[in-house]
């Protein structure tokens, strides 16, 4: 084989890998999806590329730190902090950083984005599909609205666990709740017997 085919070779081979490797779509946690550039659509593939979306450790942006698929609808989830302009909607961070959960439809509307947050930092947000239902986890700080949903406590001082369920066709929140089992170091009578 002479050298130019082998070189040639090797960058059809690279560009077939970039094309179908990992989008920056992930989560701090191990229950999240990985989701590839070919699980979606052209149109919501084009979304995702004029959105204001970054890196996980990225500073201007939104951070998206979590996806799921229901059938060919993409859910997605990130931390961000400032003002935002997207997809028909307006948004703006309540405290350092707060939390935002999306629905991507496969034609590549935004069909809604909910942000959850209060004065603190709020992080660590991921997604869990089960069933017909999309779980919800992250960190929040102090005491925050999930719709008509009030959880948390201002007094306390530091992060709390929260878990709830967000309806897929609409964005409102089902349940939320402080998760007791969601931080174990900080309660260490959880540990009793262990």
């Given at each position: 084989?002479?050298?130019?085919?082998?070189?040639?070779?090797?960058?059809?081979?690279?560009?077939?890998?970039?094309?179908?490797?990992?989008?920056?779509?992930?989560?701090?946690?191990?229950?999240?999806?990985?989701?590839?550039?070919?699980?979606?659509?052209?149109?919501?593939?084009?979304?995702?590329?004029?959105?204001?979306?970054?890196?996980?450790?990225?500073?201007?942006?939104?951070?998206?730190?979590?996806?799921?698929?229901?059938?060919?609808?993409?859910?997605?989830?990130?931390?961000?902090?400032?003002?935002?302009?997207?997809?028909?909607?307006?948004?703006?961070?309540?405290?350092?950083?707060?939390?935002?959960?999306?629905?991507?439809?496969?034609?590549?509307?935004?069909?809604?984005?909910?942000?959850?947050?209060?004065?603190?930092?709020?992080?660590?947000?991921?997604?869990?599909?089960?069933?017909?239902?999309?779980?919800?986890?992250?960190?929040?700080?102090?005491?925050?609205?999930?719709?008509?949903?009030?959880?948390?406590?201002?007094?306390?001082?530091?992060?709390?666990?929260?878990?709830?369920?967000?309806a897929p066709n609409n964005g409102t929140w089902r349940t939320a709740q402080i998760d007791p089992f969601g931080?174990?170091?900080?309660?260490?009578?959880?540990?009793?017997?262990?």
């Open positions: 084989m002479r050298p130019g085919t082998v070189i040639a070779s090797c960058v059809l081979a690279l560009a077939a890998f970039l094309a179908i490797s990992p989008m920056i779509l992930f989560s701090h946690s191990e229950l999240a999806e990985q989701i590839t550039s070919g699980d979606l659509t052209m149109s919501q593939r084009a979304s995702l590329e004029i959105g204001p979306f970054t890196s996980q450790d990225g500073e201007d942006g939104i951070a998206l730190t979590g996806a799921v698929f229901l059938e060919d609808v993409l859910f997605v989830a990130g931390e961000f902090s400032g003002t935002y302009d997207f997809g028909g909607f307006h948004f703006d961070s309540n405290g350092s950083t707060d939390l935002m959960v999306a629905r991507l439809d496969s034609n590549g509307s935004w069909s809604w984005i909910v942000v959850i947050g209060g004065e603190g930092l709020d992080r660590s947000i991921t997604l869990e599909l089960i069933e017909d239902r999309i779980s919800v986890r992250g960190l929040i700080y102090g005491e925050v609205a999930f719709g008509s949903l009030e959880i948390g406590d201002d007094s306390k001082n530091g992060h709390q666990a929260f878990v709830a369920d967000i931080d174990l170091s900080s309660d260490p009578a959880l540990w009793c017997g262990w």
